[in-house]
């Protein structure tokens, strides 16, 4: 059943030869069709030092390419943070190039980076075990959602245990450096262990040192891949420039 008024209309439209057109769909919009994805890799709980690539997307949920425009040369920045205090940022010491520029997403998932985190400050000091917060922040003009993740730092390995582990064995150990006679040694109050090589010039304080368990005619010993100063959890970060 219809009223007289809509078969009037009707009547009138197929009298003058006017084609009723049903009214389009809305457009889908950055803020409904795109979501900002984010991993950890190779996952949220790694050792002191030891690497983490964390992987950033856009999904776009829509059936057509949406265009997400950026008013420089930084599509998003990534922090690392304890509570509310920011101890690492991508953004640190650099400024972004000022030009305009369009990201064009197609159905699915655009990969838009990979960003290798090595677990340090901004001024360059280990991470310590615990719990930390990986922010990213998208910087679109139109697309800008923020995700965190949450980031663990595993306890190092005591260096008792490092001494009895098995050759090859791949560990953080912190402990306070000392050299005598030329020999590196690293301790935790657990025990002490040789190092292949020193750690930097005048080396004082507690470190972090990434490595492997290596047993050779010369006894135990630890090769040295990476070490920094460790990062008193006390200490106030160096703060991140205002963007």
């Known amino acids: 059943m219809i009223d007289r008024a809509a078969f009037l209309l009707g009547s009138l439209a197929s009298s003058i030869g006017v084609t009723v057109r049903a009214t389009p769909a809305p457009r889908a919009t950055p803020g409904s069709a795109l979501a900002l994805e984010v991993a950890l890799v190779p996952g949220p709980a790694i050792d002191v030092l030891s690497p983490v690539t964390v992987r950033v997307g856009i999904r776009n949920h829509a059936t057509r390419v949406i265009d997400v425009p950026f008013a420089n040369s930084e599509t998003f920045v990534l922090e690392i943070r304890s509570g509310e205090e920011t101890l690492w940022s991508s953004a640190f010491e650099h400024k972004p190039i000022e030009f305009g520029h369009t990201i064009s997403v197609a159905p699915g998932i ?3 980076a990979n960003y290798v985190l090595e677990g340090t400050t901004n001024d360059r000091r280990a991470l310590a075990a615990g719990t930390y917060t990986a922010h990213i922040a998208m910087l679109g003009t ?3 959602p ?3 993740r949450v980031l663990t730092y595993l306890p190092p390995l005591q260096i008792e245990r490092a001494m009895k582990a098995k050759n090859g064995t791949i560990a953080t150990i912190v402990g306070t450096p000392s050299i005598e006679k030329g020999v590196t040694t690293l301790s935790d109050g657990t025990a002490s262990i040789r190092l292949t090589r020193a750690l930097g ?10 490595g492997y368990v290596d047993i050779n005619e010369l006894g135990t010993q630890f090769s040295v891949a990476r070490f920094l100063p460790l990062r008193d959890t006390d200490e106030k970060p160096t703060a991140p420039p205002k963007r």
């Open 110 to 112: 655009y990969q838009l």
């Open 142 to 144: 139109t697309f800008h």
């Open 201 to 210: 010039v005048g080396a004082v304080g507690v470190y972090a040192v990434r």
């Open 146 to 148: 923020t995700v965190d």
